[in-house]
């Protein structure tokens, strides 16, 4: 007896086997079986037919005796099974095995003889030892202890539906996935508790994803089952992490043929209509598949951010789409520009925008509301704590905000250069984070330079309120003096930068008081000390209520500067109608620029002002009045 490997069609039986018309005949220098005896059958499957014998088949098959027995015609000859799982290879590995001959079972040919000895009703009610039970044997003994072994042979029961669901095999392997998985787990948690004792040192590194790490081996599998399988193993307490894995290295192999190199030759193609829509099904089943969300998710966030780019390239869902900005909105500190970068879909559109502005003005407004729920889930503490902990440059909280307030900025200076961006987009993500979340404006005011400067002809009502969203008190040196200089910045602007430089100037001459109100960086918030050594000289509240005693005093000082910048302004108004309705000569354009330099130069000597153009109250103008009266006597 022969040993038949797996996949090879040895020589048909008698000789009598054909092909497809365009395959020619194949012949053997021996034949099986070894019968003088002539066929008496033809089994047709598909294009193909076996010359048999009718006994050895129906001893073994239950199907083929009973298709005999229920025939009309006694003398039949010719029966078609072309409905048998696998095929020709199937019922050919089959039909050996009713002879007597020896067939390798292995993982490629198991789920295909399994499905046909049930469709040829090979059981046991016929002969010991049948197909059906010689198959059931090398699962339970070799495939469904193994979960690589039970990847394999489900993989090759996505050709073998619907026996391979009747039979309840598809379902077998995933639950045998899922629990040896859920087994690993726990036997490799086992493991760290024993040897962990002496690594407590290093708890944060991961050990390494072996090269024959069974997640892997999942991308052979088609979507449904692949979800079918992930869907197990989260239901039996897999870690979130190793889901995270499994998505990912999926995720990867699944899309990397379904990439476009140049778009706009196949555009509206239905070449590139067939890989969009298998990206967009992908896409959305791996969204569905995602852990829960949290703050702490174990997804990584460059996986979020490629998923949502491939979510608007390929036009899915618009649920897929907001369950991925929130995703990406919860973790947004972890990011970074190329994660934020997101391409917008304009092909067609000349005008159209590099960027997509809108999916990231909503991932940053997520991250923001994020306060109001941790305020809400908070509400029950200590008010006097609150105060202390709200917004302190040491607090996770301020942390990740000034992290995504640089991240911000740095992102409005990489699509400032987009010509075809609207001022209106800009604007809205640049007065998007509150006054808290920076404390120096440096990057703000390098991303708004460059937007003027790649959109000269915006109006100046949009010019003049995107430079408001700048905080002067929080430039730098170098950006005032940059500032100062700068032609495409609103004349209030420039004045404004000029009188608090001067300010700053005198401050640091007079050994540098009232630095907390002009934003310096070691000085935006009120020292804190962490330690209990050094908190005993002053407490929280009463830090806080000095803050708010120096906050009241300064805005009686913005009071009075509110007086003198009014006064300036009427000056200035009068100044110029007098040179529009005189010639403009030398003579008055020196007289105007000198009084002018007299009130800016007054100006200036004030300390610790701020330049509003509201009208002041009843109280800082008697103080003005009383100053007034006091520097005339």
Known sequence: MGVVT????????????????????????????I?????????????SSFALHKFPLVSRSGRIRRLLIEAKDATI?????????????AFELAAKFCYGINIEITLSNVAMLRCAAHFLEMTEEFVQKNLEARTEAYLKDTVLPNISNSISVLHHCECLSPV??????????INAIANNACKEQLASGLLKLDHNFPMKTMPNIEPETPSDWWGKSLSVLNLEFFQRVLTAVKSKGLKQDMISKILINYTHNSLQGLVIRDPHIVRGSLLDMELQKKQRVIVEAMVSLLPTQSRRSSVPMAFL??????????????????????RIGLQLDQAILEDILIPANSYGNNHGTMYDTESILRIFSIFLNLDDDDDEDNRMRDESKMAYDFDSPGSPKQSSILKVSKLLDTYLAEIALDTNLLPSKFIALAELLPDHARIISDGLYRAVDIFLKVHPNIKDSERYRLCKTIDCQKLSQEACSHAAQNERLPVQMAVQVLYF???????????????????????????RSSSGAGSGAISPRDNYA????????????????????????????????ELV?????????????KKLSKQLNSLFRINNLKPIGSKPNAESRFLFQRRRRHSIS
């Not at 019968?35 to 294009?47: L, R």
């Not at 490629?306 to 979510?311: H, R, V, W, Y």
């Not at 430089?501 to 002009?518: D, K, Y």
């Open 77 to 89: 000859s010719r029966m078609n099974l072309s409905l048998i799982p696998g095929g020709p290879e």
């Open 35 to 47: 019968s003088d005896v002539s066929s008496d059958v033809t089994i047709e499957i598909g294009a």
């Open 305 to 326: 951010s490629s998923l949502l780019k491939t979510t608007i390239a390929s036009s899915a869902s618009t649920s897929c789409r907001s369950d991925l900005e929130r």
């Open 164 to 173: 391979s669901e009747e039979i309840n095999l598809v379902n077998r392997l």
């Open 581 to 593: 309705r005189s010639h403009p000569a030398n003579k008055i354009f020196k007289s105007f620029t």
């Open 546 to 577: 000095s803050v708010r005693r120096e906050n009241r005093e300064l805005k009686l000082e913005v009071a009075r500067m509110r007086m003198r910048l009014t006064d300036l302004e009427k000056d200035h108004v009068s100044m110029k109608q």
């Open 6 to 33: 797996v996949g090879e069609l040895k020589t048909s039986i008698s000789g009598k086997r054909s092909f497809r018309p365009s395959s020619t005949i194949r012949h053997a220098a021996t034949e099986w079986p």
């Open 501 to 527: 430089e001067q300010i700053r100037l005198r401050n640091a001459m007079n050994g540098g008081h009232n630095q907390f109100f002009f934003g310096t960086i070691n000085s935006q918030f009120p020292q």
